[in-house]
C-alpha cells in the first residue's frame, strides 16, 4: 500500500485507504478473476448504454427495465475496478508514487489509442454511409447513439486496461532467503 506524502490532504488519505481496502482483495486475487470482473462491467455498462440510448428510438419499458437491472450490478463492479488497481485513476497524482505514474501514463497512452481508433472508425462509416445517399436526418440518432457509446468507451477503457495489466500479488507462503555464497 502507498503511504501518502506529506502534501496529501485528509481526502488524498482517506481515498488511499478506501482505494486500498483489503477486505475487497479476496474477489480479484487471481488474473482469472479480474478479467471476469472487467468482462461483466464490460457487459452491465452495455446493457446500461443500451437502456439509456434505445427509449429514443422504441416506446417500450424494456430498454428501462434493463437499466434499472444493469446500474445496481455496474457500482459494485466499478468499485472492484478501482479496487483492483488500487484508485490508479482515481487517485490525485500527488498520491501516487513514480511507478504508479508511469503506468497510469501507460494505461492513458493505450486508451487513447484505442479510442481514437473507434472514432476515427466511426467516422469513416458515417462518412461512407453520407456518401452512399443517407440523408443527414437519417444518420442524426445513428450518430447521437455512436457518439454516447464513444463518450462511455473513453470514459471507461482506462478502467478496463488498468484492470487487466494488473499483476498478481507476489505469495507470502515461502519466505525468502539469501543464496548460500560458497
Keep these: 500500500m502507498t503511504t501518502p506524502r506529506s502534501n496529501a490532504t485528509r481526502y488524498d488519505t482517506w ?3 478506501t482505494m486500498n481496502d483489503g477486505r475487497t482483495k479476496r474477489y480479484h486475487a487471481t ?8 468482462v461483466a462491467h464490460i457487459a452491465a455498462t452495455a446493457v446500461a448504454v443500451a437502456g439509456m440510448v434505445t427509449p429514443l428510438a ?5 430498454p428501462l427495465a434493463a437499466l434499472a437491472v444493469a446500474a445496481p450490478a455496474w457500482i459494485p463492479l466499478m468499485g472492484l475496478l478501482n479496487s483492483m488497481t488500487r484508485g490508479l485513476l482515481e487517485l490525485r497524482p500527488r498520491v ?28 469513416l462509416g458515417f462518412y461512407a454511409a453520407w456518401l452512399t445517399g443517407a440523408g443527414l436526418d ?12 464513444l463518450l462511455v ?15 498478481d500479488e507476489p505469495e507470502d507462503d515461502e519466505p525468502w532467503t539469501a543464496p548460500d555464497p560458497t
Design 153 to 167: 468507451l473513453h470514459w471507461l477503457l482506462p478502467h478496463w486496461i488498468a484492470a487487466l495489466r494488473v499483476q
Design 58 to 62: 422504441v416506446s417500450s419499458p424494456w
Design 96 to 123: 501516487l508514487d513514480e511507478r504508479q505514474l508511469a503506468e497510469r501514463g501507460t494505461v492513458h497512452a493505450l486508451a487513447y489509442r484505442i479510442s481514437s481508433s473507434a472514432m476515427a472508425a466511426a467516422l
Design 31 to 38: 488474473r482469472r478473476a479480474r478479467r471476469r470482473i472487467v
Design 15 to 17: 481515498m488511499l485507504k
Design 138 to 149: 437519417a444518420l442524426a440518432a445513428p450518430l447521437a447513439t455512436a457518439g454516447f457509446g
